[in-house]
């Protein structure tokens, strides 16, 4: 199809103004929104200087919420990766979309946020971690890593098979977008370039270029690091600390290697991503790493010297990959600012999901606890939108789908759960009548981690989870007085009300999303 369809109601062109730019190649012709999705992997809000500058610097990152708005209440649905995903195409929960964890499968026939844009005349395009194991489908162009995806010289697969690149992924991926976004894509029709990179996931291998920064930053310990979970069951049985090294490898995860170690992961990390490297990164990386790992072996770390060392170890080699992830972002806003598609491309920049960065004592997600359910959400955004700043409502990554149908004047199938986010941010003020709570579901147990089934209601101040399955447990929290989670408040004197309202409301959320696994209160 190389014209639009006529469902398309051109709701917000801002195309006018490009007429005016004189650069050597010709302006875009006036048209509907293009959309850009930008999605990492496990990145999260406190490794994001827009939100939190303790740690990292991410000049380009945040260059997408100056020019547009950051949401501060974003969340996701079910915080791991595939069910993630899916809620993105489907602008649905994961008991309606199928995908409730990452062993489940995806249906890809079902109605899908790119089916419906392609249907409209929008060229789709799907480059990166896909990660939902069926084949992608309704995009015009895609080229994906299998599964999890490598670090270093990733392999690819794309409709004509699968094909290895020589680099960093995170390079190849750019790379890849922007090509398809200069050599590849139709200059006739609207486009969606769904772009997800593989960083920031375990194992955290960071580009060679960036191996000596942050070196010699001692990062700041989170104040609850020697949490003892007391009075929250579900926390207590989790296999997620970085302090233990049954959870976080010292080999795998921190790439202390050494002939006479092994590790519960010492094989995976030796035969996997580290025998992915070519003799010249394999260079570059054993040089780096011979003195950190002779200085570690040495010094014989105990306790909570060990534990501290690791937490360092895991806090740098995140954030060298972020660093990268950085400077790439950047490459491609400089592409679209380079060639004049700023005033009709709308950019989302998130996450599949939040992490932890030593909260609790842990790596990893899944937890409705506030630093894995939220997820970093900023837009860049056409001077025709008049937001600006800061977006405090509740939001939710089932509103990605519809926002985007909103963008390009594609009506919203009854079926799709999310909300539209364009009102949002078309006007200066809120618009009234927001949703005022959030509904979570996480289904993956018994797997690794060690995280419980749980399902619970998030309002603007208080939190209620009940974990269950082989458990039965609930924890109620007031995020206004005890922000980090702390301090289980349910079934204690002077909560009996607020815990009936917020049973209340998540029976109302479980009926109206309507989730077969449920809560069934008299009310
Ligand atoms: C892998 C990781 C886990 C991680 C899951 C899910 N182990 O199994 O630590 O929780 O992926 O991550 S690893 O040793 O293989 O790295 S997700 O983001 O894809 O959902
Ligand atoms: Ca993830």
Not at 302 to 319: C, F, H, I
Request: proline residues 5%; hydrophobic residues 35%.
């Amino acid at each position: 199809m190389n014209t639009f369809s006529l469902k398309l109601i051109y709701p917000l062109t801002g195309a006018a103004l490009l007429a005016s730019c004189g650069k050597n190649k010709p302006a875009e012709p006036a048209r509907p929104l293009n959309i850009v999705y930008i999605m990492t992997d496990d990145h999260t809000r406190q490794m994001m200087s827009c939100y939190d500058d303790r740690h990292v610097e991410t000049p380009n990152l945040d260059r997408i919420a100056e020019k547009g708005v950051r949401f501060t209440n974003a969340y996701v649905a079910n915080s791991i990766s595939a069910p993630s995903r899916a809620c993105l195409l489907t602008g649905k929960h994961s008991h309606k979309n199928g995908k409730i964890d990452n062993r489940s499968p995806f249906d890809g026939s079902q109605q899908t946020v790119q089916q419906l844009l392609k249907e409209a005349g929008y060229q789709t395009a799907m480059i990166g971690k896909w990660h939902l194991d069926s084949q992608p489908t309704n995009f015009d162009h895609w080229e994906i890593l299998p599964g999890q995806g490598s670090y270093y010289n990733p392999d690819f697969i794309t409709p004509e098979g699968r094909k290895q690149y020589e680099g960093y992924v995170t390079n190849i991926i750019t790379d890849m977008g922007i090509n398809w976004l200069e050599e590849e894509r139709s200059r006739e029709q609207p486009f969606v370039l769904f772009l997800h990179h593989k960083v920031a996931h375990r194992n955290w291998m960071a580009d060679t270029t960036h191996l000596p920064l942050y070196e010699d930053k001692t990062f700041e310990l989170p104040a609850n690091f020697y949490d003892n979970y007391e009075g929250r069951i579900a926390a207590q049985q989790q296999e997620m600390r970085i302090a233990s090294d049954h959870d976080m490898d010292l080999v795998n995860d921190l790439k202390m290697i050494h002939p006479d170690v092994e590790t519960r992961l010492s094989d995976a990390y030796i035969h996997g991503e580290y025998a992915r490297l070519d003799p010249e990164q394999k260079a570059a990386w054993d040089a780096h790493y011979h003195p950190i790992i002779d200085a570690f072996y040495a010094a014989d770390l105990t306790g909570d010297e060990l534990a501290e060392w690791k937490y360092q170890r895991y806090m740098r080699d995140y954030a060298k990959t972020i660093q990268s992830l950085d400077e790439n972002i950047g490459r491609l806003l400089d592409y679209l600012e380079a060639n004049d598609m700023l005033e009709n491309t709308v950019i989302f920049y998130t996450s599949d999901q939040g992490f932890y960065m030593g909260e609790h004592g842990w790596f990893d997600k899944r937890f409705m606890y506030e630093e894995s359910f939220s997820t970093p959400l900023v837009m860049q955004l056409p001077s025709s939108f008049k937001k600006r700043g800061d977006v405090d409502l509740l939001v939710q990554n089932i509103d990605f789908a519809p926002t985007m149908l909103a963008l390009a004047g594609v009506e919203i199938p009854e079926d799709i759960q999310g909300e539209s986010l364009l009102p949002l941010l078309r006007d200066k003020k809120a618009p009234k009548n927001w949703r005022k709570s959030l509904y979570y579901h996480y289904y993956e147990y018994p797997a690794e981690h060690a995280v419980k089934r749980h399902y619970g209601v998030k309002t603007e101040r208080y939190k209620l989870i009940h974990f269950y399955n082989d458990i039965d447990t609930w924890e109620l929290y007031d995020l206004h007085n005890d922000p980090t989670e702390m301090n289980n408040l349910y079934g204690k004197e002077g909560y009996r009300e607020i815990t009936g309202e917020l049973r209340q409301e998540l029976q109302r959320l479980q009926q109206y999303y309507d989730d077969p696994i449920r809560e069934e209160i008299p009310i």
